[in-house]
């Protein structure tokens, strides 16, 4: 048996992010590295890969703009209590993060207990947030025209505005490759994990993965 | 055997990257190996999504078309979802 897992509509924000962001990184990293990575420049043409990298920075920064609205209306009608359960880390967060990081180093045996979204998915969502949506944006709506800043700000503050996007979209790229690893890699994950297109998942897998979830939906106690 | 491999490489990539960006070591074919690396499992993720999202926009146009399909069947069924939910 499926059970749903995620609303129609964040599959349609999940996809418009998440390409928006890839086709981010895919377009401007390269321009970071030049010497490692410049044949995709001369592929795509640096005019053309700037386009496109504003074209998919307005798709990202619409989206998150479109969330915090769609949250707030959801908020007002439907109460807090959702939105307080799946983004806010809680104090079973904490403690799944410590057990977590035990079983790791080897010193701790314990079954995980994830509610519906765990904390490292909490942690992406934060990243996402701050990093890729505030950080990034507002550093892109800026970089997206320095000349409408520039009486505002010196030189100096608009060259460090680049640095500071440069490198926090390397940041960003490094929390976004394990994101990777988990949905593609991973051993039962692989080829690629299909309920963030679904927006369901079986069963099996949510008494596997988000035991406390599970047993929240369906009233079934285990050990 | 991706499975298997799967770590070590998203690891190389995620390491070059912070050796380049800290300044550590900005040249040489390792660096060049890992950015690329990076990049093409950036690339290998937006196929993926492109795939994953017109293969359910698919289905979904598949069900619908169905000559049993009904929107009545489809509502009592999310419904019961909703149910299980709470």
């Known amino acids: 048996m499926e059970i749903e897992r995620f609303t129609s509509n964040q599959i349609i924000v999940h996809f418009i992010a998440a390409l928006s962001l890839l086709i981010l990184y895919f377009t401007g990293i390269p321009q970071l590295y030049p010497e490692h990575l410049g044949w995709i420049l001369d592929l795509i043409g640096l005019s053309k890969a700037m386009f496109i990298h ?3 920075g307005f798709g990202l920064v619409s989206v998150a ?17 959702y939105y307080s359960k799946i983004l806010f880390p809680t104090s079973a967060d904490i403690i799944d993060y410590v057990n977590d990081n035990l079983s790791i180093l080897g010193m701790q045996q314990q079954r995980i207990d994830y509610d519906k979204y765990s904390w490292l998915e909490k942690g992406l969502i934060w990243s996402v947030i701050i990093v890729d949506c505030i950080i990034m944006g507002i550093t892109g709506i800026i970089l997206f025209a320095p000349w409408s800043f520039a009486s505002i700000l010196p030189l100096s503050y608009l060259l460090t505005i680049k640095l500071v996007h440069a490198s926090f979209a390397i940041l960003s790229l490094c929390v976004i490759l394990p994101h990777f690893y988990l949905v593609h890699l991973s051993q039962f994950k692989f080829p690629m994990s299909k309920s963030m297109f679904t927006g369901t998942i079986s069963e099996e897998e949510a008494r596997e993965e988000y035991p406390k979830w599970h047993r929240e939906i369906t009233g079934e106690t285990y050990d | 055997m991706i499975e298997k491999i799967g770590f070590p490489l998203v690891l190389f990539a995620m390491l070059a990257i912070v050796l380049v960006e800290t300044n550590i070591m900005t040249s040489g074919i390792i660096i060049t190996i890992g950015l690329n690396l990076a990049l093409a499992l950036v690339l290998t993720q937006i196929l ?33 979802l909703r149910s299980l939910k709470k």
Do not use: D
Request: net charge positive.
């Open chain 1, 65 to 81: 703009v479109y969330y915090l609205i769609y949250s707030i209306f959801s908020v007002i009608i439907n109460g807090r209590e």
């Open chain 2, 48 to 80: 993926a999504l492109l795939y994953g999202f017109s293969k359910s926009l698919k289905i979904l146009n598949k069900t619908r078309r169905h000559p049993l399909y009904s929107p009545a069947r489809e509502a009592s069924v999310n419904a019961q």
């Open chain 1, 54 to 56: 504003r074209l998919a």
